[in-house]
């Protein structure tokens, strides 16, 4: 054949497919998602996450430094509360010597260089598993947002440095900025779960820490996935309300409302690779169906590909072990 363009020439050796590569991803760029419960010296299974754990504080600080030495700095904290401990109110939230207050300022004692992200929604210490308060069957906001504005400012006390909202109430993020700098923390950042569809994605996550919705669904606050016009109106939202970084979650099934936010927003963009699409890959490894480490890579690059400056995933230690390799 005559062929004049050939684009095989541009993918001939590894060499070449390496010059050419138009996406990277390095270890830097992703976030740790860690369970935390109470004690010392556990590490117990989750049934629905094969090979991920509940950890004690002193054994997450391991993991932490391990984390460090293969390039992974960012850890996104969620408190495991024991049933006895969740109520109507989520009181639990807001107290200052409670586990998701203590797990921050014990991190950041031992590892004052390790940048955490920490999660603000009532979902870890409500009876009624939503992440907002409940009155006849209706999730609150603004109730909530005050609750939101209070719980942030105790985790920014503690030593977080980046405050997560992933409730998806109205207003929240203006308020809980409005609270820090009041309060003098106007060098936190926030994160805010911008497009945050209502996800049968998030199951294992609800497994993890017992926080499955006791009635209903989550979808009168979380988007709806036939949505995409409305996921750049939060971004918007939040960015005017004073958010540093906006996420999309989750990822996979999303990976074109990544890049239409990317395209459209000035602030770094984050997907969130949540539980069920690690269980998914996890999974179908063990019974050998795929060839789990190539299928990590591609599910990443993928993500960042779409458009993610930064991705909250499992795979955290997976992918930085590769490339450590
Ligand atoms: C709740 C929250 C959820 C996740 C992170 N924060 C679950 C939910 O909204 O029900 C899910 C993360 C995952 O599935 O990995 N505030």
């Given amino acids: 054949m005559n062929l004049k363009i050939r684009p095989r020439r541009n993918r001939k050796n590894a060499s070449i497919r390496d010059m050419v590569a138009e996406t990277t991803l390095n270890a830097s760029q992703l976030i740790m998602p860690l369970f935390i419960c109470d004690g010392s010296g556990q590490k117990i299974a989750i049934k629905s996450m094969p090979n991920y754990f509940r950890l004690s504080v002193d054994q997450a600080l391991k993991e932490i430094k391990e984390m460090q030495s293969l390039g992974v700095n960012t850890f996104a904290l969620f408190p495991a509360i024991p049933d006895a401990l969740k109520n109507s ?37 409500n009876s009624d598993g939503h992440d907002g308060l409940v009155k006849n069957n209706e999730i609150l906001n603004d109730e909530t947002v005050e609750i939101l504005a209070k719980m942030a400012l105790l985790q920014a006390q503690a030593g977080s440095d980046i405050v997560a909202p992933s409730d ?40 993890a820490l ?116």
């Fill in 89 to 125: 109110k989520a009181s639990e939230a807001l107290n200052a010597s409670g586990l998701g207050i203590r797990m921050i300022k014990e991190i950041k004692n031992k590892f004052p260089d390790a940048v955490l992200m920490t999660d603000v929604a009532l979902d870890p210490f």
């Fill in 210 to 325: 017992e926080s499955a919705p006791k009635f209903g669904d989550k979808k009168t606050y979380q988007m709806d996935y036939r949505n995409r016009t409305e996921a750049l109106r939060e971004a918007q939202l939040d960015i005017k309300e004073g958010a540093d970084m906006v996420m999309v979650k989750p990822a996979l099934a999303y990976l074109d409302i990544i890049r239409e936010i990317k395209n459209s927003v000035k602030v770094p963009v984050a997907a969130y690779n949540v539980s069920g699409e690690y269980s998914m890959i996890k999974l179908a490894a063990q019974a050998g169906f795929c060839d789990e480490k190539k299928m990590i890579l591609e599910t990443l690059y993928s993500i960042k590909r779409a458009g993610s400056d930064i991705i909250i995933t499992y795979f955290a230690k997976d992918f930085a072990k590769m490339q450590n390799d």
């Fill in 168 to 207: 998806m109430m109205d207003g929240r993020i203006g308020a809980i900025r409005k609270t820090l700098d009041s309060e003098g923390f106007k060098n936190t950042s926030i994160m805010a779960y911008s497009a945050k569809y209502a996800s049968a994605y998030y199951g294992p996550f609800r497994d």
